[in-house]
């Protein structure tokens, strides 16, 4: 069952349980970093020789830790709800934990990279599979758009109702819109209401 608790009175905002998930490298540590409103919890290890030929590294010349466990963020929308964000380690070795971590989540954001594409499928047929929401947000690394919104959403094979977002995950108000952009679909489902195709 999804987490939405408000059992501290009526007056308690709404709690919901949200993933940032995603593939090796796309920028979940990131977005959770710039969206939240506290101190972020972390769990990042240095890359070390012995990831070497276990983690695909191929377009990430640059990076040089990785999420071994989770990453923790909170963001109030409004008085009424406050959003917590479990962000996923993305390495095929520690996939394992995302089916602890999606426990009690309501939505998902599946975070993806243009340049590495096929990372993020195994990440949409997770919650496909498991009929959780989502929307894709599309981390656009320097400000670089080469794709367009169709020729994404083509390439992933999106369901025409799940919702894809430009974004850039270092920024907070893009994060939070993306973020946003989710809510929208949850309450879209929730109500019945029939979503409109998302370009």
Known sequence: MAYASSDQGDDAPLAVKILIAGGFGV??????????????????????????GVDDLEGLSGKSTTTVALDFGRITINSGLVLYLFGTPGQERFWFMWNDLVHGAMGAVVLVDTRRLDVSFASIDFFESRGIPFVVGVNCFHGVKDRTKEEIRKALDLDPQVPLVLCDARDRAAARDVLLALIDHLLAARSGTAPQPVA
């Open 27 to 52: 920028g979940k540590t990131t977005m959770v970093g710039a969206v939240s409103e506290v101190a972020p919890l972390r769990t990042e290890e240095y890359l070390t020789h012995a990831s070497v």
